[in-house]
């Protein structure tokens, strides 16, 4: 494409980012949208959205966000794939952005789950309801705990995506503690009815973030979507529960157990950040030496969210997975 505000891949350029997020492809994706509320894993409500590249659509990507996201948090991946002729479904996880939360959790910033499965079923549903109408082949972009819930999704669905690709996803969440004592601690807070109240070393969101401790490296990606999350409540989660972290680490063991990642027939190609605090780089070399059709790349001066870089970083690691999206690796 050939556009000033814009890379060829339609990603945006960022000295003008503000303006040209503002200004340009929120317009452009939101006249493509179509907002769905579906009927979630037991009966809780699933925002969901699709967008429509035209009736030449070369495929359909679906984006499953991670941990504290939300949909809208892509925007500018959603209007590259526009650009270059895909469709788009994407939704809110349960406990997420517009998507049923549990009320008995009264603080909008946290974060819980009872079952992680919850968050597979979910996803379950979203695929059967409308990827399944949307234009193919269907091809997956999952970052953190959206790669968590999408490794078991695919160890139950092996050949339910044509391609995969895997941002710094949270194969093992870094608790800062040895996996087995987090699950110990988790556990106990549960017996002592805590499992729905904010783990120890969380605070409540208090407005805007902090840059330098962020998980973004593109200070100009960062500046729009703290706005746009400082503006909307239902973006505030920004912690987790005892349960959500110890069901976190019963999704690590599920994903590797035994005779499961072998299971996945889909290529896929997962990308580690290489400053990446908030998930383990040994436990995604793991997942990936067992698939049948796995690549593993590290993206150096890239922290965990890998989609909010520098334009230097960004640009090339995006374009890497378009290629890849139309077989070309």
């Known amino acids: 494409?050939?556009?000033?505000?814009?890379?060829?891949?339609?990603?945006?350029?960022?000295?003008?980012?503000?303006?040209?997020?503002?200004?340009?492809?929120?317009?452009?994706?939101?006249?493509?949208?179509?907002?769905?509320?579906?009927?979630?894993?037991?009966?809780?409500?699933?925002?969901?959205?699709?967008?429509?590249?035209?009736?030449?659509?070369?495929?359909?990507?679906?984006?499953?966000?991670?941990?504290?996201?939300?949909?809208?948090?892509?925007?500018?991946?959603?209007?590259?794939?526009?650009?270059?002729?895909?469709?788009?479904?994407?939704?809110?996880?349960?406990?997420?952005?517009?998507?049923?939360?549990?009320?008995?959790?009264?603080?909008?910033?946290?974060?819980?789950?009872?079952?992680?499965?919850?968050?597979?079923?979910?996803?379950?549903?979203?695929?059967?309801?409308?990827?399944?109408?949307?234009?193919?082949?269907?091809l997956l972009f999952a970052h953190s705990m959206g790669g968590a819930v999408s490794a078991l999704y695919l160890e139950a669905h092996p050949a339910a995506f044509a391609r995969v690709a895997l941002c710094a996803p949270m194969i093992l969440a870094n608790f800062h503690m040895p996996p087995a004592a987090a699950g110990l601690m988790c556990a106990a807070a549960k017996r002592l009815g805590k499992s729905k109240k904010r783990i120890f070393a969380s605070k409540p969101y208090a407005g805007p973030e902090d840059f330098v401790t962020s998980a973004a490296t593109g200070r100009e990606r960062f500046d729009w979507?703290?706005?746009?999350?400082?503006?909307?409540?239902?973006?505030?989660?920004?912690?987790?529960?005892?349960?959500?972290?110890?069901?976190a680490v019963w999704a690590n063991r599920q994903i590797l157990a035994p005779g499961a990642v072998e299971k996945i027939d889909a290529p896929v190609r997962l990308f580690t950040a290489e400053l990446d605090g908030s998930v383990m780089p040994d436990a995604q070399q793991a997942f990936v030496s067992r698939l049948k059709n796995g690549e593993r790349t590290l993206v150096k001066g890239a922290k965990h969210e890998i989609y909010r870089s520098t334009d230097e970083v960004l640009f090339p690691w995006w374009h890497g997975i378009l290629g890849f999206y139309r077989g070309e690796s």
């Open 1 to 138: 494409m050939s556009d000033a505000r814009y890379n060829p891949d339609g990603l945006v350029l960022s000295g003008d980012y503000r303006h040209t997020m503002q200004d340009f492809v929120l317009p452009y994706i939101a006249a493509r949208r179509t907002e769905i509320t579906l009927t979630g894993d037991g009966g809780r409500p699933l925002y969901c959205c699709k967008y429509d590249a035209g009736a030449a659509a070369a495929g359909t990507v679906l984006i499953v966000h991670g941990f504290t996201e939300n949909a809208d948090k892509f925007a500018e991946l959603i209007h590259s794939l526009l650009r270059n002729g895909y469709s788009v479904a994407a939704y809110d996880q349960r406990g997420h952005g517009r998507s049923w939360r549990d009320p008995m959790l009264g603080d909008v910033s946290l974060t819980h789950v009872d079952d992680f499965m919850e968050y597979v079923r979910d996803m379950e549903i979203v695929v059967s309801q409308v990827l399944s109408a949307m234009p193919k082949p269907h």
């Open 225 to 247: 979507y703290d706005a746009v999350k400082a503006a909307n409540p239902a973006f505030h989660n920004n912690g987790p529960t005892y349960g959500w972290t110890g069901q």
